[in-house]
């Protein structure tokens, strides 16, 4: 019997192949949605399957339900199968080479018959590629440039992907027995935007070692192991991604969680001031320094937590996220109380797409989803119409949109429902750093995020020129992804974002914190420079489906990071405060 994870990544995968195969868009959307639906839902697919009455879940049609029922019961997908005939699955990775569309890689492979990077980048080398029409000289060289950086970041994986990774592994172990601790440590525990390795620590009696490296290492997410000893073992999990699992004593736990959570930074600190104070500080625990300042390992000091080891330092505890050697060492030898913001204290979801532009879901669908999350309002941000690309809304769809939205909250308030639909946009930003409407339409938002998305390439002095337009212009509500980078695969616009802060602030114009895995930007390491400032972020999941809403899970983590407390999270505000501040502005 299939599992419910198991027909969405199928479903899944058509969609890939879908995209490549240049299929009509509104069957490819369809096989998404079937994806993300199965994804999300909470009963058994198989009970559906068993009744054959797939097509009661919404998103599920007719002609895709036909597909799962046959999954089911041959355990292949024909349409799957069909895909794969005309797509290899080797090029999906070729999607990810910027200047490479998919009927560019689709010629190539059918013209050289080769599926894999490395062969494309030989075709480029030798000159080979440059023989078909369109891919000489300039594009030749975008190519490999985008080849040789996807190989130089292969090293490291995005924080969503690490957490997908790393939990299910992690609750693998939890409850085994001799397990007295457990926990995440590296730079997962420390909230990094990117991840290289996953680290977990156990700490754990002797005799229970061989079994839980035994558990580990034939996880059924691992392909290779990389390495076992008597304390540490490595593999290699089907994602290509390198875990690390080290067991240590029960005693040693908290010294040795503070020591592999790292970062290396934030450790040196705190082995100096262990020596300012007559003692040493190492992976397993404090000792006293004898007379030539070396550990004197008959002298191990009591500990009962990391919090323990804090305090003996003169230190309240850190939390883990903070730990960068970035000013924690000041604040958190005053402070015992530094209140960071929450998942919970989040109250509403500003940025969101619609069908109206490249949005897979309506606006409702994007409400309800809300809804069911428990929040109190939704900020609708559609593109604006220079995003030709991304559906981008023209004056009259504006006006539609709104109709929509005030009929939307006029039903909310008729079925007594608390919940508000705001209406905003994401404009562009210009070549020159002015917004994508006139003056009078702008001024019938309740709120504008402004973006940059073309031209991010620009010089920085141009670049710079066109923040500052778009920072003072008054209808401008808060700037979007400032940089533009996409994580591992694009890096972000020349700007410098110390200035743009400052001037944010003096225009009492937001930045948010995008989110999205891929962007988290704005990043966490301008925390400090935003909090002298008092810059006030969203954040925003820039959600283009009903699951991208979660992702605000993991711009409060790059929030934390960045020393955010709640009051300077626009979205922590109620809805009425939220409002409020729009009709003010
Ligand atoms: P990553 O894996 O590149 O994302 O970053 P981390 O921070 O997880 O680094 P990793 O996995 O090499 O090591 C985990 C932690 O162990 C690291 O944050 C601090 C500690 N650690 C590892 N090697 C050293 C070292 O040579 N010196 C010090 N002070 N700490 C180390
Ligand atoms: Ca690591
Ligand atoms: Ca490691
Ligand atoms: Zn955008």
């Given at each position: ?134 891919l000489g000289g300039k594009s030749a ?265 005030d009929q939307l909250n006029e039903e ?174």
């Amino acid at each position: 019997m299939p599992t419910n994870q198991d027909v969405a990544e199928k479903l899944n995968l058509v969609f890939q192949l879908m995209q490549l195969a240049g299929e009509n868009r509104f069957k490819v959307i369809a096989f998404d949605k079937a994806s993300q639906t199965v994804k999300g839902m909470s009963d058994d697919i198989n009970s559906y399957i068993e009744n054959k009455n797939l097509t009661d879940i919404k998103g599920i049609g007719k002609s895709i339900a036909e597909d799962i029922y046959a999954y089911a019961e041959t355990g292949e997908m024909p349409v799957l199968e069909a895909f794969k005939e005309k797509v290899p699955v080797g090029l999906l990775k070729w999607l990810e080479i910027s200047g490479l569309g998919p009927k560019n890689i689709l010629k190539i492979h059918k013209e050289f018959g080769i599926t894999e990077i490395s062969e494309l980048k030989e075709l480029i080398e030798n000159g080979e590629l440059a023989k078909l029409s369109g891919l000489g000289g300039k594009s030749a060289e975008k190519i490999k440039k985008s080849i040789e950086w996807m190989e130089k970041f292969d090293e490291r994986c995005r924080l969503d992907e690490a957490i997908a990774i790393a939990e299910p592994i992690f609750d693998s172990l939890k409850d085994l027995d001799g397990v007295e601790d457990i926990e995440i440590a590296g730079s997962l525990r420390r909230s990094k935007e990117t991840i290289g390795d996953i680290d977990i620590l156990i700490g754990a009696k002797e005799e229970f070692i061989s079994d839980l490296f035994d558990v580990f290492t034939t996880h059924e997410r691992v392909t290779e192991i990389l390495g076992r000893g008597d304390t540490k073992s490595s593999v290699r999990t089907k994602e290509g991604r390198q875990v690390d699992l080290r067991i240590v004593k029960p005693e040693n736990f908290a010294a040795a969680l503070m020591y592999f959570t790292g970062s290396k930074e934030h450790n040196v600190v705190m082995r100096s001031r262990a020596r300012q104070r007559g003692l040493s500080l190492n992976e397993y625990g404090l000792f006293k320094l004898n007379s030539d300042g070396e550990t004197d390992w008959d002298t191990p000091q009591p500990f009962e937590s990391e919090s323990d080891i804090y305090k003996q330092l003169g230190l309240n505890w850190v939390p883990p996220e903070l730990r960068e050697d970035r000013g924690e060492f000041d604040i958190f030898e005053e402070t015992e109380e530094f209140p960071l913001i929450e998942e919970s204290d989040i109250k509403g979801v500003i940025h969101a797409h619609s069908t109206w532009s490249d949005g897979k879901f309506s606006i409702k669908e994007m409400a309800e989803a809300c809804i069911e999350r428990g929040y109190e309002y939704l900020g609708i941000t559609d593109h604006s119409k220079t995003a030709a690309y991304a559906g981008g809304l023209t004056v009259d769809e504006i006006k539609q949109q709104w109709e929509e939205i005030d009929q939307l909250n006029e039903e909310f308030k008729k079925a007594g429902t608390n919940f508000t639909i705001f209406k905003g946009i994401e404009s562009d930003i210009l070549a020159d750093g002015s917004l994508d409407y006139e003056d009078d339409i702008l001024a019938g938002f309740d709120f504008v995020i402004a973006s940059v998305h073309q031209s991010l390439d620009m010089p920085r002095d141009k670049m710079m020129e066109r923040f500052r337009n778009a920072i003072k212009n008054p209808y401008t509500t808060m700037l979007g992804h400032p940089t533009g980078r996409l994580l591992l695969k694009r890096n972000g616009s020349d700007i410098d974002l110390n200035e743009l802060i400052e001037l944010a602030v003096e225009h009492n114009t937001m930045i948010e914190i995008n989110a999205s895995p891929w962007r988290l930007d704005l990043d966490w390491s301008f925390g400090n420079k935003a909090r002298e400032t008092g810059l006030v972020t969203s954040i925003n999941p820039d959600a283009h489906s009903t699951d991208g809403i979660d992702d605000i899970r993991y711009g409060v983590m790059i929030a934390r990071k960045g020393k955010y407390s709640k009051d300077r999270v626009f979205n922590a505000k109620s809805a009425e405060e939220v409002k409020a501040y729009f009709n003010g502005k």
